[in-house]
């Protein structure tokens, strides 16, 4: 019931969603288990919070990665001013975008449609951290052309700390890598014990 809960919340279907202890842990086991090759590139934005920004700098070092930003420094005045760099960036070839769906310091909200139909037309995936705009902004990652989208529940949605959701596009999820696998990884966890 409640995968069928935030589903609506967020524009996916249940069985797209994963429950996760927070936005830190499922944008790090994205960052890891995506089936990278070297030299694919990854795309942020300046000033991000660092739980949307180091994961994917770690994951940079260990793949081989490139890892772009794009400026913010007029974004608030001007969206031109960021979309544009963005999109000479995706004409150079992309593989993925990770983006704050609101900005922390700013309140910036994002325009995760145009956003997303960018990386649809130039085939990079698009992953949205959503912990600032789950439970207080619309949310559809269906019409928004959103890969993954990945929050906490302990801001808007008005939940406990450690706990959050994952959800992605079933052929996305399908060609994760489980890296980051451990004992509740199981369908049945705690067979063992029996």
Known sequence: RLREKLGKLLGARA????????TTRGISD???????????????FEGEFPANVTPWQRAAEHFGLRVDFVPMARAVEDEA???MPLERLLEQGVRL???????FQTGLRM??????????KYGAELCVDAIQAAGVVPLDVE????????TGSHKWLLGPEGVGCLCDRRERA??????????LS????TRFLF
């Open 143 to 150: 019409a928004c052309g959103i890969d993954y989208l990945v």
């Open 15 to 22: 069985e797209d969603i994963a429950l996760i202890s927070g």
């Open 97 to 103: 975008v990770a983006v704050s769906a609101v900005q």
């Open 186 to 189: 199981h369908e049945d966890g």
């Open 30 to 44: 994205l960052a890891w288990c995506l089936p990278w090759r070297a030299q694919e590139r990854v795309v942020l």
């Open 111 to 120: 325009p995760l449609e145009r956003l997303g139909a960018l990386c649809q």
């Open 81 to 83: 001013s960021f979309l």
């Open 174 to 183: 399908r060609a994760l890598v489980p890296r980051t696998a451990g004992w």
